[in-house]
Structure formats: C-alpha cells, structure tokens
C-alpha cells in the first residue's frame, strides 16, 4: 500500500538558517502520527512543505503518492491543514463560516447548507452555530476551525498544534474528535509539544528537534529506548537541585536530567535496588524531598534523555 507521507532527507533553508535538516519519514494511511519536538524543532516548517505551501530546499516528499513540488495541485485537492491559529471569520456566525468554506470548494448552497449542519452536529456546536465566533470561546473556536477543515472530507489532515492555549476540558474534546476522525479512515499527521498529547493520540511518533528527527517508534518503542525505570524526585527548595543532583549522580550512577521545574529532576534508574539509599543520603545531607517516584518512563523521560530539554522549552522561534 502506497504511504500517505514519504520524505526522503527533506530540507528547508530559509538563508543561513537550516529550519529543516534532511527528514526522512514514512506515515501510514489511516495513522494518527505525531511529531513531537519543542518550539523551534521545524514542526511547522515540515508540515508547510507537506501541504505545499513551502517549497522544499532539499530532499524529496511524496504525499497521498503525489510529489508536493511537482504535482502541488493534486495534493491540495486531497489534504487539509488547520494551522496554530483559528483561520474563521469572527464577524460570521460558526454557520456562516461553514457554508462559505464549503461553497468557496464548490458545493451548491443547499449542500454547503447540509454540510455545515453535519458538522456543527459532529462537533457539538449545533446550540452555538447561529452566533457570531468572536462569542465562541477558545475550545468552541478550535473545534469550529477543524470542522472548516473537515468540510471537503481529505484523506489527510494537518493538525499544527491544534490544543495550544486550550483549558483540559477542551483539549481533552479535541482529542476525542481527532480520535473520531481517524477512526473514519483519515490520515491525521499532527505536530505536538505536549507528550501527554502525542501519548494519547499518535499511533507512531517522531521526535523532532533542531530540525532532525532523532528518534520515531511507537509511544511504548520510544519508552522502551530509555531503558530501566525513572527517578522523579522534587526537592523542596529548588536551590538545592544541584546538590541533589549531585548527590544521585554519585550514588545511582545513572543518566540525570533536569525535570522540568527548577525543583525537579530524573534519573535513568538500572539498579533499584540504590534508589532507598539515595533517597537517604539527600535526608541526611540536608536536602529535603517533596516528593518522588519509580516508575516507568514517560515521553517526557524520553525527550530529556534524547535532548538533554524539555518539549516545551523554547529554542528559537520557528520559520515559517
């Protein structure tokens, strides 16, 4: 079967500044894949060249069998991109933005019409599609917009960051639908820094960072990749991290990483076996704990590991 995404070392220089570095990846139709990576990682940048609004530097992309450079039209006409930002009109109402996405596609009015109320009905926003968006919260605004997306039916679907600035309750109705959509046979390639997120949603995953991809696999592969299980210790006074740090480092002599608050911090742990008394020597040297945990690795274990940051951390702003 014929891959809905394949790159092969794909690249985007924006003048000096290399924004891509040779992505090689290869997405499944009918997948919810994520790429994960901080601000700045080349994300968006990657899904602008897949969805042809970037011209590649370099390397080579194939989307739903089609080349992005050479066959751009017959891509556009299969995929669909919601971006970091809500792309709906707020001076419309959420019915109104509907009809004209679908009419501006070529549907007659009373299909645009049928359309727009089979999405507001699939995203809950039926009550609410008779009022002007700039009523809408953040959550009803996001779901609208990837019902605008949705309006055509693509066998691809971008999701750039789609629960960026969202309170739970919504992200949590976001990942239902994304869920939703998947189930139907979309593809979904979604861009992420939340792990909880990418864990949740994406069947595969490539991590993301300085432009490359340094790691991809299942949620379970890439924990697996970590080894052992992980420390998590929060001490009370976060001054006292480096001496914590160092205290661990000497008696577990395992990978450390910061956590990703000024009081936290993991330890790649191979032998559990040291973890009571490295627990009893930050006691006894003064170094109070609040709290700590063995446990398995998370994505978050995993980032730090493959990155030495954390997901969220902002290198640089991205180009695009």
Same mark, same amino acid.
């Given at each position: 079967?014929?891959?809905?995404?394949?790159?092969?070392?794909?690249?985007?220089?924006?003048?000096?500044?290399?924004?891509?570095?040779?992505?090689?990846?290869?997405?499944?139709?009918?997948?919810?894949?994520?790429?994960?990576?901080?601000?700045?990682?080349?994300?968006?940048?990657?899904?602008?060249?897949?969805?042809?609004?970037?011209?590649?530097?370099?390397? /080579?992309?194939?989307?739903?069998?089609?080349?992005?450079?050479?066959?751009?039209?017959?891509?556009?006409?299969?995929?669909?991109?919601?971006?970091?930002?809500? /792309?709906?009109?707020?001076?419309?109402?959420?019915?109104?933005?509907?009809?004209?996405?679908?009419?501006?596609?070529?549907?007659?009015?009373?299909?645009?019409?049928?359309?727009?109320?089979?999405?507001?009905?699939?995203?809950?926003?039926?009550?609410?599609?008779?009022?002007?968006?700039?009523?809408?919260?953040?959550?009803?605004?996001?779901?609208?917009?990837?019902?605008?997306?949705?309006?055509?039916?693509?066998?691809?679907?971008?999701?750039?960051?789609?629960?960026?600035?969202?309170?739970?309750?919504? &992200?949590?109705?976001?990942?239902?639908?994304?869920?939703?959509?998947?189930?139907?046979?979309?593809?979904?390639?979604?861009?992420?820094?939340?792990?909880?997120?990418?864990? &949740?949603?994406?069947?595969?995953?490539?991590?993301?960072?300085?432009?490359?991809?340094?790691?991809?696999?299942? /949620?379970?592969?890439?924990?697996?990749?970590?080894?052992?299980?992980?420390?998590?210790? &929060?001490?009370?006074?976060?001054?006292?991290?480096?001496?914590?740090?160092?205290?661990?480092?000497?008696?577990?002599?395992?990978?450390?990483?910061?956590?990703?608050?000024?009081?936290?911090?993991?330890?790649?742990?191979?032998?559990?076996?040291?973890?009571?008394?490295?627990?009893?020597?930050?006691?006894?040297?003064?170094?109070?704990?609040?709290?700590?945990?063995?446990?398995?690795?998370?994505?978050?274990?995993?980032?730090?590991?493959?990155?030495?940051?954390?997901?969220?951390?902002?290198?640089?702003?991205?180009?695009?």
């Amino acid at each position: 079967m014929t891959l809905a995404i394949e790159t092969r070392g794909l690249e985007k220089r924006f003048g000096d500044t290399a924004a891509v570095s040779g992505i090689d990846l290869g997405v499944e139709r009918g997948a919810v894949f994520g790429l994960l990576g901080p601000n700045g990682a080349g994300k968006t940048t990657t899904i602008r060249m897949l969805a042809t609004l970037l011209r590649p530097t370099g390397g /080579s992309a194939r989307v739903l069998g089609h080349d992005v450079v050479k066959e751009a039209a017959r891509v556009r006409a299969k995929v669909s991109l919601t971006g970091q930002f809500a /792309s709906v009109d707020e001076d419309l109402t959420g019915r109104e933005n509907l009809v004209l996405v679908a009419r501006l596609l070529g549907f007659g009015w009373g299909a645009a019409r049928v359309r727009a109320r089979e999405l507001l009905e699939a995203f809950e926003l039926s009550e609410a599609g008779g009022r002007q968006v700039r009523t809408f919260s953040g959550g009803m605004r996001r779901r609208l917009d990837i019902a605008a997306s949705l309006v055509s039916r693509p066998q691809l679907l971008f999701l750039d960051e789609p629960t960026t600035g969202l309170d739970p309750r919504s &992200r949590n109705q976001v990942w239902d639908f994304v869920r939703a959509i998947a189930a139907e046979g979309t593809t979904v390639l979604l861009t992420t820094q939340y792990l909880e997120e990418a864990d &949740r949603l994406a069947d595969r995953l490539a991590v993301i960072d300085q432009g490359r991809v340094i790691a991809e696999g299942t /949620s379970r592969q890439l924990k697996a990749s970590v080894g052992g299980r992980a420390l998590h210790v &929060r001490v009370a006074d976060p001054e006292q991290r480096d001496r914590a740090w160092a205290l661990l480092a000497h008696l577990l002599g395992d990978e450390l990483h910061p956590g990703t608050e000024p009081d936290t911090l993991f330890a790649r742990v191979t032998r559990e076996e040291r973890v009571p008394d490295a627990l009893a020597a930050l006691t006894s040297n003064g170094i109070a704990v609040r709290e700590f945990a063995l446990a398995q690795p998370s994505l978050d274990d995993v980032f730090f590991a493959l990155t030495g940051h954390g997901a969220d951390d902002e290198t640089s702003e991205e180009v695009a």
